[in-house]
């Protein structure tokens, strides 16, 4: 069954890996990372851990990754779990992903009295051959407070073991931590997969009030309160104070165009409005669904094709 899940992936992704040869950077996808201890209440670090390694290792130049939504379509129609990604699996799902490397990592989180330490093992998986390869290898640990430091760690020797060097500037903005908390960064987390509603909003407040400078926090909540503003205008100012703010920390935050053009739009077809105004919100959804457009167009993962249709739909009812 799953050969055969391979082969019809592999027939819908083929125009995708035609398009990627072109590229000569080393292309690396980071998978979720594994809970050696089985711990439930760390689960969020499987995905945390590998989207942060991504967003790290992708500040280098020499290196494309792949992006989180596209690994994790294809897990999803691979009906793959994180138990199924042995050196075999890894291999066909870095095929699928058009990757050269694939890496496999996992953590383990112990509490000994009042100082809790971290380990973070990093394997990288050769696709070509499907066999890790055990030179490329990383890992790293110490007290978990300096999670984002042993982070670092692994994001730099993964890019040096693949045989990259990274240059001053890339290392610098390799090194910066997406929050100054550690305990903002574990409640963003959470919220990522909280499916109830207000535990959700809940986590991202807090998170924001322990780190307000946490982008990613500020797109998350933005984006979770617009969900419901379109049926409730008192949540707009919200909406447009935390994409806005998100956008002004971290330009590269995609997603916040996408929703901003949907905001404005919204507002724009608000009778109550003078006209000006609407032509005024008009004017905003469209620069924010052509940046979006414009960033996302090359996106090889169905999500982001999806959405970028969808942004080219709406543009054109709005332009002149």
Not at 48 to 68: D, M, S
Not at 238 to 244: A, G, I, K, P
Request: proline letters at 3%; charged letters at 30%; one cysteine or more.
């Amino acid at each position: 069954m799953f050969k055969l899940l391979v082969i019809v992936v592999s027939l819908i992704v083929s125009s995708d890996q035609a398009l990627a040869r072109e590229d000569d950077r080393i292309a690396l996808a980071v998978v979720p990372f594994r809970n050696v201890m089985q711990r439930q209440e760390l689960d969020w670090m499987c995905d945390g851990f590998a989207e942060t390694i991504t967003t790290k290792l992708n500040h280098i130049k020499r290196l494309r990754l792949v992006e989180r939504v596209q690994i994790s379509e294809v897990l999803k129609e691979l009906q793959l779990g994180l138990s199924d990604l042995t050196e075999d699996g890894a291999g066909s799902v870095g095929k699928l992903v058009n990757a050269d490397f694939l890496v496999l990592g996992s953590f383990q989180k112990l509490d000994v009295e009042a100082s809790p330490t971290l380990k973070i093992n990093a394997r990288v998986v050769h696709v070509a051959t499907g066999e890790v390869d055990p030179g490329r290898a990383a890992s790293a640990g110490g007290p978990y407070a300096k999670v984002f430091g042993i982070q670092d760690e692994i994001a730099t020797m993964l890019a040096r073991n693949l045989g990259v060097e990274i240059a001053e500037d890339e290392l610098r903005l390799l090194s910066m931590d997406e929050t100054s908390s550690v305990v903002a960064y574990e409640l963003y987390n959470l919220a990522r997969y909280e499916r109830d509603g207000q535990r959700k909003e809940d986590l991202l407040r807090r998170a924001l009030e322990l780190d307000p400078a946490y982008a990613k926090a500020h797109l998350k909540l933005g984006s979770f309160l617009a969900t419901r503003a379109f049926s409730d205008q008192t949540l707009e100012a919200q909406v447009l104070n935390h994409l806005s703010r998100c956008l002004e920390l971290d330009p590269s935050l995609v997603d916040a165009h996408y929703v901003l053009g949907d905001v404005y739009r919204h507002r724009a077809r608000n009778p109550d409005l003078p006209k000006d105004a609407r032509k005024e919100a008009e004017r905003k959804a469209l620069v924010h669904y052509r940046t979006f457009i414009e960033m996302k167009k090359d996106s090889r993962a169905r999500y982001y094709k999806h959405k970028v249709e969808r942004a080219q739909n709406a543009a054109r009812k709005i332009e002149p």
